[in-house]
């Protein structure tokens, strides 16, 4: 029972700690302002989150073209960390070698995560029609991966589907990485 009590709340915190890294990098890479001046609380609330851990980072290893790689190194070291300690909590039972790849394969499924979370804010704030600095940049956030769908969906009786077709994307996405992350550890 503490076992699983232990992992319930390393995975909550590595998921929100990593989940704002990965915010990080993505709203850096669509170039969304993210100062306080920028009146982006979004991107406030990242900084907040993330700042102690990236700005270190950011000395040793540096930006690649829009990409920042601090913040990816940052979310995969975050949940390193968190299966590193779920094994030393387990008593090192089982291989070691495998913390790595359930790192990696966690941090894919934070981002597929991520994403629906934010489809699903963006289908919402859609239906309401609200004009705010947040609703803006959840738009801005959605809009690569919602393109490339509404040019081959057409809308619907005036009806915009593709937020649905992503999320229906997404979860083939995670059904496929878990499988993918069984065979990797056999």
Known sequence: ?????????????????????LLRLYMQYQRIPMSSRSGNPL????????DWLVLPLRRVVPAVGRWDLASLVAAYG??????????LLAGGEGGLFAAPILAAFGLVRLA??????????????????????????????????LTPIRRLLPLVGGIDLSPLVLLVLLQVASIVLGHLQGWALL
Do not use: H, K, N
């Open 1 to 21: 029972m503490l076992y699983q009590i232990i992992s319930l709340l390393l995975e909550v915190v590595t998921a929100v700690l990593a989940g704002a890294c």
């Open 78 to 87: 975050l949940e390193l960390t968190q299966f590193l300690l779920l094994w």
């Open 112 to 145: 597929i995560s991520g994403l629906t979370g934010l489809v699903i804010v963006y289908a919402v704030l859609s239906w309401v029609q609200t004009q705010s600095v947040l609703s803006d940049v959840i738009g801005r956030l959605c809009a690569p991966p």
């Open 43 to 50: 991107g406030r609330f990242v900084f907040a989150l993330t």
